[in-house]
């Protein structure tokens, strides 16, 4: 019976061959989403093990944050950027499953958030969302979940307009054009709690300040950061 499913396995792997998103090869388990190869290769930041990070100082005098952490470094022509572009651009849910769990798993080895009471994931504008088929945070967060054990506050907070691209605009431009875009749906759900906001990546925080902005506005909330990955302008 063993033999026969390995040979049913190995044919189903043929015609449906399952490959690492980092480079394509098609030499590794059903399970898994990266090679040995790209996972060794992924650019580790390791900032949840310390206060005072770069990702921290970018909300100093910003945002009254507790902690905040990125688990990779991004950069283009990598494989992180082809993780990011597989979760955000080909509908590839399994690959946000995999990075959140894996960011869970690192969290979760620090003291600093084991203490948040429940994960709060960025929102999306719903247009943008339906067009995407998710929210590319959310999938993150449920990963995250499993790993640290903590409770997914999926319609804690959502974004109330339609925002242009970031990507060109500057830190003040990036800052005004989220300003007031966002509106927590139930306050007396959150009050009192330490929320994990979390997000794919942080540049220059302008987005994560608006939302974490809002959701202090909530009575007790602590709030701290936690993204897949940051690119420094």
């Known amino acids: 019976m063993h033999e026969l499913k390995q040979t049913a396995d190995s044919l189903l792997h043929l015609v449906f061959p399952h490959c690492?998103?980092?480079?394509?090869?098609d030499m590794l388990q059903?399970?898994?989403?990266?090679?040995?190869?790209?996972?060794?290769?992924?650019?580790?930041?390791?900032?949840?093990?310390?206060a005072n990070n770069p990702i921290e100082k970018i909300f100093w005098g910003r945002l009254p944050i507790t902690y905040a952490s990125s688990q990779y470094f991004f950069t283009k022509d990598s494989?992180?950027?082809?993780?990011?572009?597989?979760?955000?651009y080909r509908g590839n849910k399994e690959v946000g499953l995999?990075?959140?769990?894996?960011?869970?798993?690192?969290?979760?080895?620090?003291?600093?958030?084991?203490?948040?009471?429940?994960?709060?994931?960025?929102?999306?504008?719903p247009e943008k969302e339906h067009q995407r088929g998710y929210n590319q945070a959310?999938?993150?967060?449920?990963?995250?979940a499993q790993a640290l054990q903590k409770p997914v506050l999926?319609?804690?907070?959502?974004?109330?307009?339609?925002?242009?691209?970031?990507?060109?605009?500057?830190?003040?431009?990036?800052?005004?054009?989220?300003?007031?875009?966002?509106?927590?749906?139930?306050?007396?759900?959150?009050?009192?709690?330490?929320?994990?906001?979390?997000?794919?990546?942080?540049?220059t925080g302008a987005t994560l300040e608006a939302c974490g902005?809002?959701?202090?506005?909530?009575?007790?909330?602590r709030l701290?950061?936690?993204t897949l990955c940051c690119a420094f302008n």
């Open 154 to 203: 999926h319609q804690a907070i959502i974004r109330t307009h339609h925002t242009e691209s970031q990507t060109k605009k500057s830190r003040v431009e990036r800052w005004q054009n989220m300003d007031g875009r966002f509106l927590v749906t139930d306050p007396a759900a959150l009050q009192g709690k330490h929320l994990l906001l979390v997000d794919d990546v942080v540049t």
């Open 224 to 226: 701290s950061i936690a």
């Open 20 to 25: 690492c998103t980092g480079c394509g090869t």
């Open 138 to 144: 959310r999938v993150l967060c449920d990963g995250m």
């Open 79 to 88: 494989v992180m950027q082809n993780l990011m572009h597989a979760l955000k």
């Open 98 to 125: 995999w990075l959140g769990k894996t960011i869970g798993a690192h969290l979760a080895g620090t003291n600093r958030f084991m203490q948040v009471d429940a994960l709060v994931p960025l929102p999306l504008y």
């Open 213 to 221: 902005r809002c959701l202090l506005n909530v009575p007790d909330v």
């Open 30 to 50: 059903a399970n898994q989403v990266l090679c040995t190869t790209c996972a060794d290769a992924l650019p580790r930041t390791h900032f949840e093990h310390h």
